[in-house]
Every structure is written in C-alpha cells, then in structure tokens.
C-alpha cells in the first residue's frame, strides 16, 4: 500500500512540475508576445510619421508643379525656350551694337532686351522649381523606401506575436489538462489515503476486541 502512495505521490509531483515548466514557458511567451506587440505599435508609429512627410513631401511638389506649369504657360505661347531667349537677347544686343540704330529705335530694342531678360529670370526660377522637384522627389523615394522597411518589421513583428499566442494557447490547452489530470490523482490519492487510514483504524478496533 505504501508503494502505491508513494508512486502516486511521485506522479503527482510530476505532474505538478510539468505545469511549472510549462507556466514558465508561458512566462516566456507572454513576454515574447508582448515585446513583439511594443514593436509592432513602434513601427506602425514610425510608419505612419514617414508617410505623413511623404504626403506632405508629395503636396509640396504639386503646388510646385503648378507653379512651374503657370510659368511654362507663357514660354509656350511665346514658343520659346531658355536657349533661344539667350540668343535672342544677344542678337538684339548685336544689333544695338553695331547697326546705331536711332534712339527711338534703340530705346524700343532695350525694351525689347528687359523684356526677354524678364522671361530669362522666369526660366531661371522654372530651372530652381525643376530642381526642388528633383530634390523633394529624391527625398520621397528614400522616405519610402523606410516606409516599406518599418512595414516590414511591422508585418514581422505581427508573425511572431501571433506566433507567440498561438503557442501560449496550447501551452494552457495542455495546463489545463494536466490540472484535471493532477486533480484526479490527487483525489484518488486522498481517497486511497482515507482508505489506508480506515484499514488501519479498523484494524487496531480489531487488535483491541482481540487482545493476545
């Protein structure tokens, strides 16, 4: 009868430690699960901060776009561009230069001269506008590239949380049977005990009736 207590005992405790080992795991788990969590809720955050700028980034360029459109409107019409505006002004110049031309003449040239002039300043700040654009669109494919990077970590992040609670699901799935398992050995041990104690308190009525 002894043997009997005591194998149930030691299957017991080692139930009892298995659910230790097992809530340990657990520990783990949760823990593993939630730092996955934080990182995922960080990169979305950082995502979400980087594609704020790139909207911004991308409404910038289009007011700058539209900027440089309602000045190419009148190089259009005119069909000019930056290098023949150029030549024009220094033809105009050769000509005051060389044909003295008479100050009438001459004053309606220079005119004519600041007027191109005007346009060459215009084709100059479509040339700042052009680089900006360049610039601001540089920066947007790098900001991105970072976008797609903290999306990464947050669809990485995502697996191993899910991961994680999918093995902790499990874990307390097989707690939960280990404590109806312990429950039940316990209680067949306390009733194998009350038995034990019965036998022997019945025994010594016995011994007792029965004195040698």
């Avoid at 600041?114 to 100059?124: F, Q, T």
Wanted: some cysteine.
């Amino acid at each position: 009868m002894e043997t009997t207590t005591n194998i149930k005992k030691e299957e017991l405790k080692t139930l009892n430690d298995k659910i230790k080992e097992l809530y340990e795991k657990a520990k783990e788990l949760k823990e593993k699960r939630n730092n996955a969590n934080e990182e995922v809720k960080l990169h979305k955050e950082k995502r979400e901060n980087i594609n704020k700028i790139v909207k911004e980034k991308i409404e910038l360029i289009r007011n700058l776009k539209k900027e440089r459109g309602e000045l190419l409107i009148e190089f259009k019409e005119l069909k000019v561009n930056k290098d023949s505006i150029n030549q024009k002004i220094q033809q105009l110049e050769t000509i005051i230069e060389t044909k003295c031309p008479s100050l009438e003449k001459e004053r309606e040239l220079v005119a004519e001269i600041e007027s191109y002039k005007k346009l060459l300043e215009k084709s100059n700040v479509i040339d700042e506008l052009n680089k900006k654009i360049a610039e601001i669109s540089e920066e947007i494919s790098e900001f991105v590239k970072k976008s797609a990077e903290e999306h990464k970590q947050v669809l990485e992040n995502a697996k191993i949380s899910a991961e994680s609670h999918q093995k902790l699901i499990e874990i307390y799935s097989q707690i939960n049977k280990l404590k109806e398992k312990s429950k039940e050995l316990y209680k067949k041990l306390k009733e194998h005990n009350n038995k034990e104690n019965i036998t022997e308190r019945e025994e010594k009525e016995e011994n007792n009736k029965n004195p040698e």
